[in-house]
């Protein structure tokens, strides 16, 4: 009898979200007798603790009464629409360098509603090499769009990193994370996120007076933004994606926050969407085709593109074009790319994107040692200390001082080339 099963025997069941039997299973906070909603039916706590374990009741879901209502009387999303719907959003707001970059965006939100299908679910990173290129705008929308986000976090403690996950399962939208990056006082910190991309992912604590130690799980989706590296180790654990600031006359709306109706629309159509569709991608997961991903990619990047395209299995059955599935896998390539660079290139990399952005407009710019430190050092790459770093990097880059003419005079120091320095970056810096 599966009532006399005991207590510690049973397996614990996650209060946010779980999968049993193949379903996908949402917890719904309601008082001391908490609801969970699958397969268009409420279960009660009662029929969950016959054969689960739940050590912690449901807290939060953000699937509104309304759009709970209509997935139990048989509301159905269309998946390519719905994908389209976010895709639109992240594009109106945010400027891309690559269309593709809004697409493995979007994939990567509707995952969050369904990641604990899967062994593993990859962070996801945005940088850009200066301030103002848009990265805590799209962090923002993340933040409204995914599973649980409880919005941006800029300086999280290590109690609540490894308890909340436990609790809500919702996604974390961490802002200004460069502090990470070779910061030996954050390796509490770093110790977690090297292990909550895994399902099986679990921190131990000693707590209470006995110090008796309890393991948290601490799986859950993380998306990332800052202007520096991060470290080795989770950086390896990420999909990265690079902003560079807009060009003048390039438009992008405002983050209407009023339009809070919009969000949860879509947060309800995908709600409906994952469990709906959740047995169709875990089928697709377990029968997945290894050749869609390219050859290129390392063992890491692998697992996380299987998951990812494992998410768009539904688009894949109603879009014949298969548009998204040949976007992701040019997402993969250039990732791929991008994760050969050793992390000493980084500011290799970086100090070429700020001289694109420098240049702007102009075809050729001349700076000298002092002047182009200054640049470098009002862009992120502040451990220059003295013009000869400058010199340096810039010899690195093919660059060497000279006289040139400029204006009706002459000046000594670097010129820097539009056309050069566009061949450096797609050979060196270009991604995704």
């Given at each position: 009898?599966?009532?006399?099963?005991?207590?510690?025997?049973?397996?614990?069941?996650?209060?946010?979200?779980?999968?049993?039997?193949?379903?996908?299973?949402?917890?719904?906070?309601?008082?001391?007798?908490?609801?969970?909603?699958?397969?268009?039916?409420?279960?009660?706590?009662?029929?969950?603790?016959?054969?689960?374990?739940?050590?912690?009741?449901?807290?939060?879901?953000?699937?509104?009464?309304?759009?709970?209502?209509?997935?139990?009387?048989?509301?159905?999303?269309?998946?390519?629409?719905?994908?389209?719907?976010?895709?639109?959003?992240?594009?109106?707001?945010?400027?891309?360098?690559?269309?593709?970059?809004?697409?493995?965006?979007?994939?990567?939100?509707?995952?969050?509603?369904?990641?604990?299908?899967?062994?593993?679910?990859?962070?996801?990173?945005?940088?850009?090499?200066?301030?103002?290129?848009?990265?805590?705008?799209?962090?923002?929308?993340?933040?409204?769009?995914?599973?649980?986000?409880?919005?941006?976090?800029?300086?999280?403690?290590?109690?609540?990193?490894?308890?909340?996950?436990?609790?809500?399962?919702?996604?974390?939208?961490?802002?200004?994370?460069?502090?990470?990056?070779?910061?030996?006082?954050?390796?509490?910190?770093?110790?977690?996120?090297?292990?909550?991309?895994?399902?099986?992912?679990?921190?131990?604590?000693?707590?209470?007076?006995?110090?008796?130690?309890?393991?948290?799980?601490?799986?859950?989706?993380?998306?990332?933004?800052?202007?520096?590296?991060?470290?080795?180790?989770?950086?390896?654990?990420?999909?990265?994606?690079?902003?560079?600031?807009?060009?003048?006359?390039?438009?992008?709306?405002?983050?209407?926050y009023r339009s809070q109706d919009k969000y949860q629309q879509i947060r309800d159509d995908l709600?409906?969407?994952?469990?709906?569709?959740?047995?169709?991608?875990?089928?697709?997961?377990?029968?997945?085709?290894?050749?869609?991903?390219?050859?290129?990619?390392?063992?890491?990047?692998?697992?996380?593109?299987?998951?990812?395209?494992?998410?768009?299995?539904?688009?894949?059955?109603?879009?014949?074009?298969?548009?998204?599935?040949?976007?992701?896998?040019?997402?993969?390539?250039a990732l791929s790319g991008i994760r050969n660079l050793d992390e000493g290139d980084i500011p290799?990399?970086?100090?070429?994107?700020?001289?694109?952005?420098?240049?702007?407009?102009?075809?050729?710019?001349?700076?000298?040692?002092?002047?182009?430190?200054?640049?470098?050092?009002?862009?992120?790459?502040?451990?220059?200390?003295?013009?000869?770093?400058?010199?340096?990097?810039?010899?690195?880059?093919?660059?060497?001082?000279?006289?040139?003419?400029?204006?009706?005079?002459?000046?000594?120091?670097?010129?820097?080339?539009?056309?050069?320095?566009?061949?450096?970056?797609?050979?060196?810096?270009?991604?995704?």
């Amino acid at each position: 009898n599966q009532n006399d099963i005991p207590v510690d025997a049973k397996p614990m069941m996650h209060p946010g979200m779980d999968v049993i039997n193949g379903n996908l299973i949402y917890g719904i906070p309601n008082g001391k007798k908490p609801l969970f909603i699958t397969n268009r039916k409420l279960i009660s706590l009662g029929e969950i603790e016959r054969t689960k374990s739940v050590g912690v009741y449901p807290q939060q879901l953000k699937f509104s009464k309304i759009g709970i209502q209509e997935y139990l009387e048989g509301k159905t999303v269309d998946p390519v629409k719905l994908f389209n719907t976010i895709k639109n959003l992240l594009t109106n707001h945010i400027i891309f360098q690559r269309d593709l970059q809004g697409d493995l965006t979007a994939v990567w939100v509707m995952g969050t509603y369904l990641y604990r299908v899967f062994p593993l679910y990859a962070y996801y990173w945005v940088k850009s090499p200066i301030k103002r290129c848009g990265k805590t705008k799209l962090l923002e929308i993340i933040a409204l769009l995914s599973f649980n986000s409880n919005g941006i976090e800029t300086s999280p403690s290590e109690a609540p990193l490894f308890r909340v996950p436990a609790i809500t399962g919702g996604t974390l939208c961490w802002d200004e994370a460069e502090g990470l990056y070779k910061n030996k006082d954050k390796g509490d910190l770093i110790s977690i996120l090297n292990t909550a991309y895994r399902h099986d992912g679990v921190v131990g604590r000693c707590e209470g007076k006995e110090h008796k130690v309890r393991f948290h799980d601490v799986f859950r989706p993380i998306a990332l933004s800052g202007i520096s590296s991060l470290p080795d180790t989770v950086s390896d654990r990420s999909l990265k994606i690079e902003l560079a600031r807009k060009k003048r006359g390039e438009k992008v709306e405002r983050l209407a926050y009023r339009s809070q109706d919009k969000y949860q629309q879509i947060r309800d159509d995908l709600h409906m969407f994952a469990l709906s569709n959740a047995s169709t991608i875990m089928q697709a997961y377990s029968q997945f085709d290894d050749s869609l991903i390219p050859s290129e990619c390392d063992d890491r990047l692998r697992d996380a593109f299987e998951t990812l395209m494992s998410i768009i299995a539904p688009i894949m059955s109603l879009d014949k074009t298969h548009r998204v599935l040949s976007q992701l896998q040019t997402a993969a390539r250039a990732l791929s790319g991008i994760r050969n660079l050793d992390e000493g290139d980084i500011p290799f990399t970086r100090a070429i994107e700020i001289l694109r952005i420098e240049l702007d407009s102009k075809a050729e710019l001349i700076l000298n040692a002092k002047e182009a430190l200054s640049v470098f050092n009002d862009n992120g790459l502040d451990w220059m200390e003295k013009p000869k770093h400058a010199s340096d990097m810039l010899n690195k880059l093919g660059y060497y001082s000279g006289t040139h003419r400029q204006g009706h005079g002459v000046k000594r120091g670097y010129l820097i080339k539009k056309e050069h320095l566009n061949d450096l970056f797609l050979r060196y810096a270009s991604n995704i």
